[in-house]
């Protein structure tokens, strides 16, 4: 299960022409900004170097993971293909961990159900910070980086 055995961060000759014309959404977590600032880097900048308009790319904040359902179900409102839920979630002492991490997961699975603009799950669950470092620009690459490109694929299906 491990991404960076199997990972899916280069279009290579599945390069998709038609991302200048594609809309994206991308809703941010600011609940440990250290690591979802490099998140959104990692996508935005893929995004546009795989050439995206900087106009076509909306972002939305919200407070912690939690909160990323509700933010991204306004985002399908705002005529978007595609968005990408950007977040970081780290194991504390309590059960807190495990509540966030199954409402953020199902919730984004219903949006992707009921509604017809994909989300991407750019969401790391993580047991300790350095888990987070690693997945966030670290040993095992951005997943910012490989959700922009999981996005693009998506986008081009629909
Ligand atoms: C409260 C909380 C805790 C303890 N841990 C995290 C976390 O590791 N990652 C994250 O994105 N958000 C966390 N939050 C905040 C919740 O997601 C949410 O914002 C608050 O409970 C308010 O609804």
């Known amino acids: 299960m491990a991404t960076y055995i199997n990972n ?5 000759s599945d390069a998709i022409s038609e991302v200048n014309k594609m809309k994206f959404g991308i809703v941010v977590s600011n ?3 250290n690591i979802t600032d490099n998140l959104f880097d990692g996508a935005y900048k893929t995004l546009l170097k795989y050439g995206a308009k900087k106009s076509n790319i909306k972002k939305i904040d919200v ?3 939690f909160e990323l359902v509700y933010g991204c179900k306004k985002m399908q409102n705002k005529n978007v293909d595609v968005i990408i839920a950007i977040g970081c979630i780290i194991k504390g002492e309590t059960d807190h961990y495990n509540y966030i991490c199954q409402s953020v997961s199902n919730g984004i699975s219903q949006l992707n159900i009921i509604n017809n603009i994909p989300i991407v799950f750019c969401v790391l669950t993580d047991h300790n910070i350095e888990q987070s470092i690693s997945r966030s620009g670290g040993k095992y690459g951005n997943k910012g980086i490989e959700s922009a490109v999981a996005a693009i694929k998506i986008a081009s299906i629909k």
């Open 63 to 65: 407070p912690g993971s």
């Open 31 to 33: 609940w440990n900004n």
């Open 8 to 12: 899916n961060f280069d279009l290579g």
